[in-house]
């Protein structure tokens, strides 16, 4: 018999992954508590729910991609929750940007009902859901992961099974770290040569071309800060990267840890977020740096 | 009549660029202070010259490849220098890491000469000099990038034409710092991961599949602290690397530029240099901070 | 009837403290793990005890002077602690420099059985103690911290009442957080004033008739430092002052409060510590910052 | 013949100083651009002069009070300057907050004419001028500090021979760097505090008698900070304090010192110049922390 599939958050992230999810596995259940969202995966070729039970009842595999762990903990343990509806056998795959020791206590609660749980740490925005080339790290038994594989590889590229349970999680807080980390080094760095005369577009070239280089200034520079685009297009909103940012220096004290530049990356962000809003998308970080330099981060010939 | 090409400063990165223009332009005239690296590239199809004078007599463009701006300063208006011995209408081009307000002092005593000068700082290493893959920022008019041009496709691939004097020295800056603090919080990062519990391979994995990715987590630490490697060959020594991280920071207070990140890794690259020696490749900086952590930073399963 | 005393922990800053009790409240119970301490107060006036349970059957208020509230956890809640042996209606003052939530836990599980238990936390080293001159911040309930005046009046001089149970240890750690970012930055300040060639001698008394002055550039520098006096006298471990810092660390976290500066001292304070040890005296972060600038920090004309 | 004196200068501080030096020696010649200034001193028993040479032509003692180091240069070395109308053996104090490497190219251009130069730095703000109790770092010669004693005897307390010409100066940015450090860290942990439901005139009480107490716990915060007093009284502008705080960065960089502390008060105290604007008086950076923090840090039961 086949595998039956269920998604339940179909939000920014979660509705182009639950988008990919369907493409394959047509007949899916999805779920969200904006029905509109959920009609919309339905004219793509997904089974409305209209609970998470319902979700729980029809479902071998639940994917679950929601803001926090505040909302995973509602839905996987709360009233009427996973915890109380899936069967024994279960799989859930958490592809929320979760905390990792939280992350630990659902899928020790849940296993305690027979049902499996792991943590999937996906990073790549809403470009990379799309594209169905998201970077997924993973926390998870071998044989969990095992099972999650084929649904993994139908939304992600580069997928890495990092450890046991939370170790995902951890992963992604670390990943974001850095790329919290090059957001605002390049901000800074760019406002400056900005100020001292370079072209943002050269340097920008320049730097792609040598040792610099990061995702920051390859992706997310050219195409949303260098054409004045902080929208929300492109990606998570700043309390989710301040989130993750937290979690790494919390791993950091836990492990007594040197972590000078992080730690100063999170007074930043916690800084930045007080100016302009932790509901502003991530990259918007170098916007509030434009407006301390009094400049704009701009090449002088746009296409 | 063809152009007739110099080369001066046969050193680490000197030696594999002078290597590739003398295959493009064999006869170039060579000089270094150490007699059996000139003949080496004599080997290679070089004419070896005995002096700066010899050099400057024979040729219309010099290319210089030397540690600092002191010794551009020797060599470009010492006694006996570029000087008093090359014919005006002379274009040198300066691959040192040179300091910029120094480039612009030296260009123009150069130009009251009718000697023309540019800037050109290159970033790729060792490694990319030998492929001919070096990223090339230059600062020059546009006259003298059109005659520079050849020689430096001869030696790179990303060459991107800055602005006037001092604008390639000052975005090879610009572009170190980033790597510098790279190197600074990528060495924290990984540390932490294998402290918590993490195999080092597979977060190096997930990150270059994901947004923390830069030339650090792509490049050097699979090719060098993960093989713990931290011998001469990945590139520039400790030194050079603060000496830019120096001129970025001065740069920035220039301007009155916010650079909360570029000042804390000055700050630890001065520590670490004291801790291991400034004569130390740049990549320890990763050796100090695994024997901060008590770690080392490997795969657990190494190739 | 006169209320009867007890005094378990007769350590560094324990013994003195006991015996300033001792001296207005001759026949208070003493006791330590180690008996020669506990004779020595014997010597003063103290009547010996030979258990915590002991002291508690003997006492109406009990004083604690311990290292960190793992010990606090053993005396007051472990088998044949406080929490046992006490009567209802005793008064635990705990001196030691201990962790805010767990102090209140600790005053928790003890008003279940009638106890009293406030936090103090104290100030001002050994020299403090001895001269009956410390700081004392008390979290205490209005009733318990009027009961509790007479014993804090015997050793200390500047005595508030700070709040509820866990002020004390929380106003504690800050004012702490305080000392070690003097303790550093006066370091830096004083190793540099060496380096650029001023007497340290005179950069003390100058900065100590300014605006620049702190408790560490009048006593500690002066007193210590600048006689190249590294051994214990001078007050707590390394390793305590760290827990502080981390303590006031972690209270900005739990409030999302900007904490540029404790963050860096804390990551500063991690490394000093991995350097010269955890259990050096708390004053040889300036020995560390003395090694790495290569100088020492000594007035010219040593009286 | 009795010392003829010239003082230049009468704004904030300049006038309180002035003043004290009248009063022991009646018939100072004062000078000001602002006339109204010059008469209030002639009614404390000045005489009024009209211009700079009109002070050097009768005076031996010049003392010069004045914002930076550019206006010194215009006063004692521009146009009609005293380098053109001070007659030989003539000595000149300045009392400015200036740079030590123009205070030496000053000194040494005077000297050429046979005009002695010394640096006085100075710390006490308003407050201490006018109380005459100043700290006082001076950089002269034996020979000149004798000359010079009398003078600063009158408008200050702690008086300290630093070094020769430029030793003032430095420590006087030394000074204030601890000073813009502890504003800014004590302004964090009094937010804290505050955020965390502690009384702030509590707090300040018990760091007062505690380590953790410096000049800015002790004076600034309850006589301004505590009271919302944000006016200009309190002492010089922000511009002032950064400037020093620079200067002694740059010292630690010539230096090649260890400078963690410093460099990050820099940056934060030019961030904070950009929010609240740099003639804001210097303790306002608490002000900018405040609005940080969303609190306001009061004493609760305010006399």
Chains 1, 2, 3, 4 share one sequence.
């Not at 890495?160 to 800074?188: F, I, Y």
Request: charged share 20%; with cysteine.
């Amino acid at each position: 018999m086949a595998t039956r599939i269920g998604f339940i958050g179909l939000g920014n992230i979660g509705r182009p992954m639950a988008g990919n999810i369907v493409k394959q596995f047509p007949g899916t259940l999805v779920f969200d508590l904006d029905t509109a969202r959920v009609e919309r995966l339905a004219g793509l070729g997904a089974t409305p729910a209209r609970s998470i039970a319902d979700v729980a009842r029809g479902s071998d595999v639940i994917l679950l991609s929601l803001p926090t762990s505040n909302e995973v903990d509602v839905v996987a343990l709360g009233r009427d929750g996973l915890i109380d509806t899936a069967a024994a056998g279960t799989l859930i795959i958490d592809l929320t940007s979760g905390s990792p020791p939280r992350s630990k206590v659902i899928a020790e609660r849940l296993a305690e009902r027979g049902i499996s749980y792991i943590d999937a740490g996906v990073s790549g925005g809403v470009a990379g859901a799309e594209a169905a080339t998201l970077g997924i790290m993973i926390g998870a038994s071998d044989e969990d992961m095992a099972r999650a594989r084929p649904y993994l590889d139908a939304i992600g590229k580069t997928i890495v099974h990092m450890g046991p349970v939370g170790a995902g999680h951890t992963t992604k807080a670390l990943n974001n770290l850095l790329l919290a980390l090059n957001t605002v080094a390049v901000s800074e760095v760019m406002a400056l040569a900005v100020k001292s005369g370079l072209d943002a577009g050269k340097v920008i070239t320049a730097i792609n071309g040598s040792s610099g280089r990061s995702y920051v200034t390859d992706v997310r520079f050219p195409r949303y800060v260098m054409k004045g685009d902080y929208s929300h297009a492109g990606g998570m909103a700043l309390a989710l990267l301040l989130k993750d940012v937290a979690i790494a220096c919390e791993t950091a004290r836990a492990h007594d840890a040197s972590f000078f530049m992080g730690n100063l990356v999170h007074q930043l962000i916690m800084r930045i977020g007080g100016e302009i809003g932790l509901s502003a998308p991530n990259h918007s970080i170098a916007k509030a740096i434009e407006d301390w330099a009094g400049v704009e981060i701009r090449a002088k010939d746009a296409e």
